[in-house]
Each structure stands twice: as C-alpha cells, then as structure tokens.
C-alpha cells in the first residue's frame, strides 16, 4: 500500500512538474517577446537545437544503461552460481576431490 502511494506521489510530482514549467516557459517567451520582438526566434531555434540534443543524448545514454545492466546481471548469476556450487562442494565435502582436479 505505501508502495502505491509513494509511486502515485512522484506521478503526480512529475505532472505537477511538467505542466509548471511548460507555463513558465511559456510566459517567460511572451515577457521576452514583448521587450525584444522578433529576435526571440533566434532564442527558440537555440531552444529547439537543445531540445533535440537532449533528445540524442538521452536516447544513447537508455541504450548504455539498457546494456549496462545486462553484462550486470550476467555477472551476478554467474556468481551466484558459482557461491552455489562452492557451498554444494563444502556440503558434500568434496574439497579434496576438486582440489586434487584443480
């Protein structure tokens, strides 16, 4: 239950967030526009450029992560597996065995 709401908390947290600063940024242009015209389109072209900027780098950095945490998690079950098998050698104690193997 704690869980649902803490998830629903930063939902809304997120909308709050992005509808305020969508009319902030929205106001500042107009307040903007108003004291220098049209030379603020050099400011939105900048705006856009950052945006779509923004947009490459945060694509590529999701598809490291995504990659990041698959090398990850391969690491981790192979020593898990190897945790087990070691405990399974102490248990059935095979120590001499395998150290006559290795």
């Known amino acids: 239950m ?3 709401v803490g998830e629903l908390t930063i939902i809304l947290w997120g909308i709050h967030e992005t509808w305020t600063g969508i009319a902030m940024t929205t106001a500042i242009l107009i307040f903007i526009y108003t004291l220098i015209g049209d030379a603020i389109v050099v400011g939105l072209y900048c705006i856009a450029g ?3 900027y923004n947009i490459i780098i945060s694509t590529a950095m999701n598809y490291f992560f995504s990659k ?3 090398h ?3 690491r ?3 020593s898990t ?3 087990q098998g070691i405990k399974s050698i102490k248990y059935l104690s095979w120590e001499e065995i395998f ?3 290795i």
Request: charged share 40%.
């Open 72 to 74: 990850k998690d391969k």
């Open 68 to 70: 990041l945490m698959t």
């Open 50 to 52: 950052a945006f779509a």
């Open 81 to 83: 597996d190897i945790i």
């Open 76 to 78: 981790v079950s192979i």
């Open 99 to 101: 150290e006559k193997k």
């Open 2 to 4: 704690t869980v649902d």
